[in-house]
Nanobody, 116 residues
Framework: QVQLVESGGGLVQPGGSLRLSCAAS????????MGWYRQAPGKQRELVAI????????NYADSVKGRFTISRDNTKNTVYLQMNSLKPRDAAVYYC?????????WGKGTLVAVSS
């Protein structure tokens, strides 16, 4: 079992920054790859970024490359998403997720709004 809790969302102006956090508990965090996803109203959930268990490998959606950075601190069981140069199209509910065997675990999400 893995429990995931996201935080750090909020309202930001275009061009601004936010840092999302996802705290994990319930299992051995350091052995899991972690991902950030987002879902805007009326759209499908999409992958934003993923990070390997050690943090040595990362991948990003083309739409966020160069603006977002995923990282993790395995001593704190936390994964982060630093979001810079935010655009209105980045507005969505952001979720963190991991897979343990055949099961996908999700947090409840944190809302990011981008508006002037």
């Amino acid at each position: 079992q893995v429990q995931l809790v996201e935080s750090g969302g909020g309202l930001v102006q275009p061009g601004g920054s936010l840092r999302l956090s996802c705290a994990a508990s319930g299992s051995i965090f350091s052995i899991y790859a972690m991902g950030w996803y987002r879902q805007a109203p009326g759209k499908q959930r999409e992958l934003v970024a993923i990070i390997s268990s050690t943090g040595g490998n990362t991948n990003y959606a083309d739409s966020v490359k160069g603006r977002f950075t995923i990282s993790r601190d395995n001593t704190k069981n936390t994964v982060y998403l630093q979001m810079n140069s935010l655009k209105p199209r980045d507005a969505a509910v952001y979720y963190c997720s991991t897979r343990l065997g055949p099961v996908d675990y999700w947090g409840k999400g944190t809302l990011v709004a981008v508006s002037s």
